[in-house]
């Protein structure tokens, strides 16, 4: 398996414009999250999703963040308008059983808005 | 609400020792621990996965190991090299959700 796909790797984008991010999560897992990592919060879940459907989406920060699962095999996050303060590395991780087999992360998308 | 610590935050070490690096967690109930390498500008790639029965997981130099009662897991590296270099990270899963800890940034000089 090729592991957690995201794309893109990098975007830089104008304030007010909106962004989206995609991923792809491992074949057969049923739950995806989406993470945050800025160096001065750290990792933080913004939202997760079991068999497609959002469970708990209290850690986004706002409405101009939204997140969609259309099927098991891709989903996206995006930001609407985007502010310099949402540039950030977004992780996508995905796994099997709620966890009981760890977790696997994809290699983020670094979110530059100026 | 859990609450992950990392201590140290960083640390320098020269090549060869070993070393560990501490994880607490405030609320014990967890369903498993994971512990996780991060290079800079990269991913983060998982190291160990200890589930909440076992006490500890093993995989070539590092071994990791868990005390659910008192709230803390500890990463061994036995025999450091420069290729350790990274920052490693501590996440406890209490039910489809992780939470990290801060992060020990790790220089391993030659």
């Known amino acids: 398996d090729a592991g957690v796909i995201q794309s893109p790797r990098h975007e830089v984008t104008e304030m007010g414009q909106e962004v989206t991010l995609r991923c792809k999560p491992i074949s057969g897992h049923n739950s995806l999250f989406w993470y945050r990592q800025t160096m001065m919060r750290g990792l933080e879940l913004l939202i997760y999703?079991?068999?497609?459907?959002?469970?708990?989406d209290s850690g986004m920060p706002e409405d101009r963040f939204s997140a969609k699962m259309p099927n098991a095999s891709f989903s996206t996050l995006k930001i609407q308008p985007s502010e310099p303060r949402d540039s950030a590395v977004y992780f996508c991780a995905s796994s099997l059983e709620g966890g009981y087999y760890g977790y696997t992360f994809g290699s983020g998308t670094r979110l530059t808005v100026v | 609400k859990q609450e992950v610590t990392q201590i140290p935050a960083a640390l320098s070490v020269p090549e060869g020792e070993n070393l560990v690096l501490n994880c607490s967690f405030t609320?014990?109930?967890?369903?498993?621990l994971q512990w996780f390498r991060q290079d800079p500008g990269k991913g983060l790639t998982s190291l160990l996965l200890?589930?909440?029965?076992?006490r500890e997981q093993t995989s070539g130099r590092l071994n990791a190991s868990l005390d659910k009662s008192s709230g803390r897991s500890t990463l061994y590296i036995a025999a450091s090299q420069p290729g350790d270099s990274a920052t490693y990270l501590c996440a406890v899963d209490a039910g489809n959700m992780l939470t990290f800890g801060g992060g020990t940034r790790l220089m391993v000089k030659p």
């Open positions: 609320d014990s109930a967890i369903y498993n």
């Open positions: 999703f079991n068999n497609n459907v959002p469970i708990d």
């Open positions: 200890i589930q909440s029965s076992q």
